[in-house]
């Protein structure tokens, strides 16, 4: 938690410290985004895992290289994984597959509309994902039972600690005023490259999710 703070405090900084001329001319953006990410885990050769939900909260810097087209870079402190559940014998059990991450896209954004208050867009690009840690919780009619260490899911699944994944999505910006934007997406994540670093029969294991944001750029 930590490392997100940090990174998302950087990312602040960064934006006011940059010339104010280049704010002021709409050219660029700095804002802050929260919302919720819904993951499943899923294996090549395997079911997937019923949907985790947790928030999500970033950072985003947005470059206009033109009225119509952007690149905006991303920070978000993104937890992501699965949640199985069954009853047996009349007690519900449940497991949540936890992976905390500082999740960056790099987005190539599209605005569909030149002019006006109410400005769709469309985006995608390539983001990294930092592992922070990883856990599992075991419940028993909603009360926890016990939690897999850090060292015990590392030492049986062997997780990278950088992944790299496909976001797409689209959304809206609406100009509150001259200083402020309100912005809301919806966007689809989808892993690329393998968590396990240890090979299962299972196969590829990796994360998928669906997110929806909203947030405020000045």
Do not use: C
Not at 109 to 115: A, H, N, Q, Y
Not at 132 to 156: A, M, P
Request: no cysteine; proline share 4%.
């Amino acid at each position: 938690m930590k490392s997100g703070l940090s990174l998302l405090s950087a990312v602040l900084l960064l934006g006011a410290l940059l010339p104010g001329p280049l704010a002021a001319e709409g050219s660029f953006n700095l804002g802050v985004k929260g919302g919720l990410a819904l993951s499943k885990n899923t294996w090549s050769a395997g079911p997937k895992s019923g949907t985790l939900s947790r928030p999500v909260l970033g950072a985003f810097l947005s470059f206009s290289l033109s009225k119509t087209i952007a690149i905006q870079p991303e920070a978000f402190f993104l937890i992501a994984g699965g949640q199985d559940e069954v009853e047996i014998d009349g007690v519900t059990q449940r497991y949540d597959s936890l992976q905390t991450f500082i999740h960056v896209p790099v987005l190539a954004k599209i605005r569909i509309l030149k002019e006006g208050k109410l400005i769709p867009v469309v985006f995608a690009g390539p983001a990294a994902n930092f592992l922070l840690s990883t856990k599992g919780r075991y419940y028993e009619d909603g009360v926890l039972i016990y939690e897999d260490s850090e060292e015990e899911i590392r030492d049986y699944f062997g997780p990278r600690n950088l992944t790299f994944s496909l976001v797409f999505g689209g959304g809206a910006e609406w100009k509150f005023n001259k200083n402020m934007i309100l912005v809301f997406d919806l966007r689809y994540a989808m892993m690329l490259t393998k968590l396990n670093g240890v090979d299962f029969e299972a196969g590829s294991w990796t994360i998928k999710a669906l997110m929806f944001m909203m947030g405020v750029g000045f």
